[in-house]
């Protein structure tokens, strides 16, 4: 069982450190624990200071290229390390290192896939009322578009099983954490959360660069990613919305009209109900395509599960495990086949 803890860091050299000593060595039921950080396009030191703390593997891209992107890299290397389970953290020492232990637990013993620390925001000072009551609704509309439980929908700090880290895609380039959430809900993947408390501040968000712009992209994010997985339930509700009204108008207009046959006098609202009916069938017609082209992503997303898997046992890195995992036990041709 190997686990590895990756840091995504952009110029991150002052804090690392602290962060870096507070990571676990070893844990129990878990044969080798290692670092990872993913250096995205860092101008300062972040790098040597990473090696000079016992950083194991250093991935990273020679410019910035965002967050999301640099946790699915780290994701990707972790996956061709062989790593068993993956903790992801930040490097600003937001989160408690000494946790990781009781964050990977529930995965060692079978009962998530994904484990989500929960910040409990409520209870964190430097947090403004603000800022409290939007983590707090976020979270409930990550909720419904997911289907899931978690509480704290923007938490960074997260175990991810290898079978969970390889059915994971991330198509937004600001964060993956809410994307990741409402892809597991869709994927079905078992996530739970354990309740912790965050260190101090240590500097400013670099993400949260103001409140407005954040709430504008995760709703975006959540828009775009909910039609993206529930492509039906989206356009329909979209086509149910201007159809009702459509249809409520034109029995007002016929009612009207039999009650008063001079059809100047209601033209307005006829033209009204034309309008709403053809956009309610646009949607009804987006539905089917979008929903075309989100088998198509089930079946790409599935192919690449097997590249990835085919590149590891290129790459030598025992597989055998995969038996008794989630993800065989769904698509029971892949794994085995990949061992020989
Ligand atoms: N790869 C990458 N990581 C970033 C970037 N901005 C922030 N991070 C990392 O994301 C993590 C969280 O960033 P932080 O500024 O603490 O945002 P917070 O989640 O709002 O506290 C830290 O590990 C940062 O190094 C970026 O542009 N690229
Ligand atoms: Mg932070």
């Known amino acids: 069982m190997r686990l590895i803890i ?12 602290q962060t870096l000593a507070a990571l676990p060595r070893h844990i129990e039921g878990v044969d080798k624990v290692e670092w990872l950080i993913i250096d995205d396009g860092s101008k300062d ?22 967050l999301a992107r640099a946790f699915m890299a780290g994701i990707d290397a972790c996956l ?8 992801n953290t930040d490097a600003d020492n937001q989160y408690p290192g ?28 430097h947090f403004s009322a603000t800022k409290k009551v939007l983590q707090r609704l976020g979270s ?6 997911s289907g899931t439980d978690v509480p704290d929908a923007v938490s960074g700090f997260r175990a991810i099983s290898r079978e969970a880290a390889e059915r994971m895609f991330i198509v937004s380039d600001y964060t993956y954490t809410i994307e990741s959430i409402i892809q597991a809900g869709s ?23 103001s409140i407005g712009s954040y709430v504008a992209r995760s709703v975006t994010t959540i828009l775009r990613i909910y039609t993206m997985y529930k492509p039906l339930k989206a356009f ?14 034109s029995i007002r207009f016929v009612v009207n009209y039999i009650m008063e ?36 992503r089930k079946m790409l997303e599935d192919a690449l599960i097997r590249i990835k898997r085919l590149d590891r046992a290129r790459e030598g890195i025992d597989t055998s495990r995969q038996g008794a995992s989630f993800e065989s036990r769904e698509r029971v041709a892949a794994p085995q086949e990949v061992e020989r």
Request: aromatic fraction near 4%; glycine fraction near 6%; charged fraction near 20%.
């Open 6 to 17: 990756q840091i995504p860091c952009f110029n991150e050299e002052q804090t690392l450190p």
């Open 45 to 66: 030191r972040t790098v040597e200071v990473a090696r000079a703390h016992g950083v194991d593997h250093v991935v990273g891209f020679a410019q910035n290229r965002g």
């Open 80 to 87: 061709r390390l062989g790593a068993d389970i993956i903790v």
């Open 98 to 125: 000494g946790v990781i232990e009781a964050l990977v637990a529930p995965i060692l013993k079978g009962e998530a896939e994904i484990v989500i620390a929960d910040r409990q925001t409520n209870l964190v000072e």
């Open 140 to 145: 409930w509309v990550v909720r419904q578009a």
């Open 187 to 209: 994927h079905r993947t078992a996530i739970t959360s354990i309740p912790i408390r965050t260190n101090d501040k240590t500097r400013e968000s670099r993400l949260v660069k």
């Open 236 to 249: 329909i509700g979209l086509g149910m919305a201007l159809a009702i009204p459509a249809v409520l108008l």
């Open 261 to 296: 046959p001079d059809l100047s006098r209601h033209v307005q609202s006829l033209i009204l109900v034309a309008i709403l009916s053809i956009m309610a069938f646009q949607s009804l017609m987006f539905a089917f395509l979008a929903d075309l082209i989100a088998s198509n």
